[in-house]
């Protein structure tokens, strides 16, 4: 949780810099729409999951966006953000909480909606286990692809609905994972954007 708290600090200052920057044409974010998003998430994890069933793990996100308009049709986003996942084991619950860093294409439709796609990197900030062995099971890193949109309702009110999935095995070889696990999230979320 200390980590989380630190993480998220740092981005509110970065945030607060960047947005007191532009406003003199010289901050970090120049030319960038900066704002923030929460909501809730939905996971299932899939491959070598023992004797325990695939079930749906709710829980939460939060975190921010800088979008950067290309031309009438095309922009890129970064949106760092922390996401919570897990499972729930016949022994217990599984929480994972990565630090995910998007880098998306955003293609304007009409009515104030994007189709948006790209890559992720997830970075593991923490790990918890309700089970008699405490040893961490999850990589640090779990890169994957994100897909989704997003509805605009005025200049700075949105709404987004995402689609994250691991590309690559999340479970350490050492830990028993034999097959192979990925992650399969899906989030919607609300956010505001700031200076428009």
Request: glycine letters at 10%; proline letters at 3%; hydrophobic letters at 40%.
């Amino acid at each position: 949780m200390k980590t989380i708290t630190r993480i998220f600090a740092l981005f509110i200052v970065c945030l607060t810099y960047g947005q007191q920057g532009s406003s003199n044409n010289d901050g970090l974010f120049q030319h960038w729409t900066l704002g923030i998003k929460a909501g809730g998430n939905l996971s299932v994890l899939f491959g070598d999951l023992g004797d325990d069933k695939q079930v749906v793990y709710p829980n939460a996100h939060f975190g921010g966006v800088a979008d950067r308009t290309i031309n009438e049709e095309w922009a890129i986003a970064l949106e760092p953000h922390i996401s919570i996942v897990g499972r729930r084991q016949s022994v217990g619950r599984e929480r994972i909480t990565y630090l995910n860093i998007p880098v998306l294409a955003k293609y304007q439709l009409p009515n104030n909606l994007t189709v948006d796609g790209g890559l992720h990197l997830g970075v593991k900030v923490a790990e918890f286990r309700e089970a008699d062995n405490p040893m961490e099971r999850y990589k640090t890193m779990a890169p994957g692809i994100t897909l989704g949109t997003t509805y605009s309702f005025n200049k700075n009110w949105f709404t987004q609905f995402r689609l994250n999935y691991k590309i690559s095995d999340v479970i350490r070889d050492d830990a028993g994972d034999t097959e192979g696990t990925s992650i399969l999230v899906f989030q919607v979320s609300v956010g505001y954007t700031f200076g428009k």
